[in-house]
């Protein structure tokens, strides 16, 4: 079956930044288009960022357009999001998706 492991996050600062890692098993990972979540305390999950199967085409949130930079690594099997001048609004638990899989999440905290 389908899994995505993730690895990153942690405590920045405002202006900070961190990258995101989602490493995938059991899917042809060329052939699927990838997306970035996250949900903050007491409110719903939203949609951050998409990348294409084959890379060519990525879209983002307005909330994090500029800032975040979503890719993927063929050689690897893994999706990134490279996330840059961090907010305090940021500050979130991120999760990766493929097909109908998620990943188990992982915290971002921004804060000084």
């Known amino acids: 079956q389908v899994q995505l492991v993730q690895s990153g996050g942690g405590l920045v600062q405002p202006g900070g930044s961190l990258r995101l890692s989602c490493a995938a098993s059991?899917?042809?990972?060329?052939?699927?288009?990838m997306s970035w979540y996250r949900q903050a305390p007491g409110k719903e999950r939203e949609w951050v960022a998409s990348?294409?199967?084959?890379?060519?085409?990525?879209s983002y949130a307005d909330s994090v357009k500029g800032r975040f930079t979503i890719s993927r690594d063929y050689a690897k099997n893994t999706l990134y999001l490279q996330m840059n001048s961090l907010k305090p609004e940021d500050t979130a638990v991120y999760y990766c998706k493929a097909t109908s899989a998620w990943g188990q999440g992982t915290q971002v905290t921004v804060s000084s």
């Open positions: 059991g899917l042809r990972f060329s052939t699927f288009a």
């Open positions: 990348i294409s199967s084959d890379g060519g085409i990525t």
